[in-house]
């Protein structure tokens, strides 16, 4: 049997095709490893998002050049994908920097590996198109077994690319025009993930509230293919994610009243609080709509944890500017966070704009926003000490008899496991927090105020 290293950078949708890469390479031989010395092909998955996460691919090349020649010196071959976005990207420029690399291929061309890897006994190979086939058509499913090997929670793509173009962002052009896959497909990975005892799904897309699937009866919108979803047996648990506030539609929102197996977690992803640099950004939203909005989810689901997405020093951001993203983060009060120093990537128009914020601001400013958002994740995370709340036990714990698993906001929660098992969903009461985890005992049955 032949052995596959696969890495992945970035964000949901490299995980999930980072899985679905081994899947296709499965019926060729390939068993999965995690040591990177035994592989006979290295597949790095790459993110293009900001500077700093497309370097990661050539320092990280660096390595693979090293193993490679000491599996050479064994008489071993090695062969080296580049995929994901930096592929897109970069395409045949891979090739030039890194002599290393075998094979580049985009995000919508990796079920054609085999055949790629192949023709890399030849030649060095790039495949960057956006094909017309739809490459879910042409990816095996995994086994039951496998699945199960990756865990209680699983991924599961159903909407793909963006047609928002945002000024900063390079995702329209990695990952092209917003797909959506057809409902029956979802429905079909969906029954096979529930059926191999994947007790949670979380289905992504780059802006995946903009789903408007082909379904029996015509286009389905997310709120309708959530509904579906959670009638399949053995799905306890739902999750969507990344979602863009213009497509935050009102069924969706009412979702989150009517469906007791969607979570009360939401990333909604603002970027900033002023309404200058968002119009710069092309975000097509205001601070204040973004305030409504969250007002309308809150009144659909009271306890819903917020999460979002920040850009901090975009051109032609003043102080006055960031004090406006700091207040609004004020007023809202987020669960999570995650928050990013603004990086000019090539070919987008915010590259192209005059005011590029110095980096010593840049540094200041995301201390601050981070200082403030750590605040409340501990807040949100004291807040539910105290509360019976279910956890979705995911895998063993820190300590021998421990179990680990999440709360209905995403938290981690550790418990003593005692007669519970991995897929459960247990009552816990939360008696401490942590810095980064929750601790609690199981309970015989939710309270009432229970989420
Ligand atoms: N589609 C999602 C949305 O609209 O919010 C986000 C997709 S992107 C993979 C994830 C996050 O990366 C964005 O929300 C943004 O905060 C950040 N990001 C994207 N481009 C960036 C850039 N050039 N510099 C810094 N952060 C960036
Ligand atoms: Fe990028 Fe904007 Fe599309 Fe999100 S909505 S992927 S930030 S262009």
């Known amino acids: 049997m032949k052995q596959v290293f696969v890495k992945s950078y970035g964000c949901q949708m490299n995980v999930y095709d980072a899985g679905r890469m081994a899947d296709v390479l499965a019926p060729e031989g390939y068993a999965e490893t995690s040591a990177m010395e035994e592989a006979d092909l290295v597949v790095l998955n790459t993110c293009h998002i900001r500077e700093k996460a497309a370097e990661k691919v050539y320092s990280e090349l660096g390595r693979v050049r090293q193993v490679k020649h000491a599996r050479a010196a064994q ?18 420029e891979i090739l030039r920097r890194a002599p290393v690399v075998d094979v580049v291929v985009g995000p919508q061309s990796y079920h054609r590996l085999p055949e790629l890897i192949a023709r890399a006994a030849r030649e060095r190979v790039v495949d960057t198109d956006f094909p017309a086939e739809d490459k879910f058509d042409h990816l095996p499913q995994a086994s039951p077994e496998r699945t199960r090997t990756r865990g209680i929670g699983a991924f599961l793509t159903i909407q793909e690319g963006c047609d928002k173009f945002c000024s900063f962002c390079v995702v329209p052009y990695t990952r092209g025009a917003e797909v959506s896959r057809p409902v029956a497909k979802i429905l079909d990975e969906a029954r096979r993930l529930a059926a191999a005892g994947v007790r949670e799904v979380t289905v992504i897309g780059q802006n995946v509230n903009a789903y408007h699937g082909e379904g029996p009866d015509g286009v389905w919108p997310l709120s309708r293919l959530l509904a579906a979803l959670a009638e399949i047996p ?14 935050m539609s009102d069924d969706l929102i ?13 990333h909604l992803p603002v970027q900033a609080g002023s309404d200058r640099v968002l119009a710069a950004m092309n975000r097509k939203h205001t601070g204040d709509l973004y305030r409504r909005l969250v007002e309308r989810v809150r009144a659909a689901r009271p306890d819903i944890a917020l999460s979002s997405d920040f850009i901090v020093g975009f051109p032609g951001e003043t102080e006055a500017d960031f ?25 987008t128009p915010a590259a192209e704009l005059e005011g590029q914020v110095p980096e010593p601001v840049k540094v200041e400013r995301l201390a601050r926003l981070q200082e403030l958002l750590e605040t409340q994740r501990q807040a949100f995370n004291r807040g539910t000490v105290g509360r019976t709340v279910d956890v979705l036990l995911e895998k063993p714990g820190r300590h021998p008899g421990q179990l680990a698993g999440k709360s209905p906001y995403l938290q981690a929660v550790q418990i003593e496991g005692g007669a519970h098992r991995v897929g459960d969903v247990v009552p816990v009461r939360i008696a401490r927090a942590g810095s980064n985890s929750l601790f609690g005992e199981p309970v015989a049955a939710v309270s009432a105020a229970a989420a």
């Open 234 to 247: 053995g799905v306890a648990r739902l999750r969507y994610t990344t979602s863009h506030p213009r497509d």
């Open 323 to 347: 004090e406006d993203t700091m207040r609004l983060v004020a007023e809202i009060g987020f669960a999570s966070a995650f928050s990013f120093k603004y990086s000019p990537r090539p070919g």
């Open 75 to 92: 008489g071993r071959d090695t062969k080296v994908v580049v995929a994901g976005c930096v592929a897109q990207a970069e395409g045949r």
């Open 254 to 266: 009412a979702a989150h009243r009517d469906l007791p197996a969607l979570m009360p977690y939401l």
